[in-house]
T-cell receptor, first 118, second 111 residues
């Protein structure tokens, strides 16, 4: 497909379980972002990759959150020992920022993964 | 630190009415501002992107304006329809950085 895809779309985990969320960006997009959206709130930044390099992880809420993008394409967000407060929609976005200095960094979003921790 | 505020938080209007959604941001040094639509349980759909050098953008019944110096943007929806019911999010890009979002305005258009 032409857009950003994410899987799974829905995930239910028991408290304490580990989860892995996948993002497939638009082909050729060098920048990839993860956001967390709690119910009734706007998305909040978690982490940012340019190619395989994680340039900013300042938004990760704890060391239980880990993200990787080993080949500069697909990215995985892993949450260890999930807690109820981790319940949210996790959104992935990609853009061409970093390759064309005249491009104004428009980000394209995937459908999100809704995580529910019981 | 950039902060984005959207007013009102929720809005209910009868079909056919014109309406304005407001977005304000605290740091005027931005590259662009985007308006998104989010349907329940869905991801974000980009509606309009206004570059910092622009004053407004139009797409169909939507018009977004930007006043960078005062830190404000508005999204104008003409002749609203029930299908416009969704949450509208404003997001600011300060330059190759993550977007900073407002909390959104939840719009209901009543037939």
């Amino acid at each position: 497909g032409a857009g950003v895809s994410q899987s799974p779309r829905y995930k239910v985990a028991k408290r304490g379980q580990d989860v892995a969320l996948r993002c497939d960006p638009i082909s050729g997009h060098v920048s990839l972002f993860w956001y967390q959206q709690a119910l009734g709130q706007g998305p909040e930044f978690l982490t940012y990759f340019q190619n395989e390099a994680q340039l900013d992880k300042s938004g990760l809420p704890s060391d239980r959150f880990f993200a990787e993008r080993p080949e500069g394409s697909v990215s995985t967000l892993k949450i260890q020992r999930t807690q109820q407060e981790d319940s949210a929609v996790y959104l992935c976005a990609s853009s061409t920022a970093g390759t064309d200095p005249t491009y104004y960094n428009e980000q394209f979003f995937g459908p999100g993964t809704r995580l529910t921790v019981l | 630190k950039q902060e984005v505020t959207q007013i009102p938080a929720a809005l209910s209007v009868p079909e056919g009415e014109n309406l304005v959604l407001n977005c304000s941001f605290t740091d005027s040094a931005i590259y662009n501002l985007q308006w998104f639509r989010q349907d329940p349980g869905k991801g974000l759909t980009s509606l309009l992107l206004i570059q910092s050098s622009q004053r407004e953008q139009t797409s169909g019944r939507l018009n977004a304006s930007l006043d960078k110096s005062s830190g404000r943007s508005t999204l104008y929806i003409a002749a609203s329809q029930p299908g416009d019911s969704a949450t509208y999010l404003c997001a600011v890009d300060s330059g190759n950085t993550p977007l900073v979002f407002g909390k959104g305005t939840r719009l209901s258009v009543i037939a």
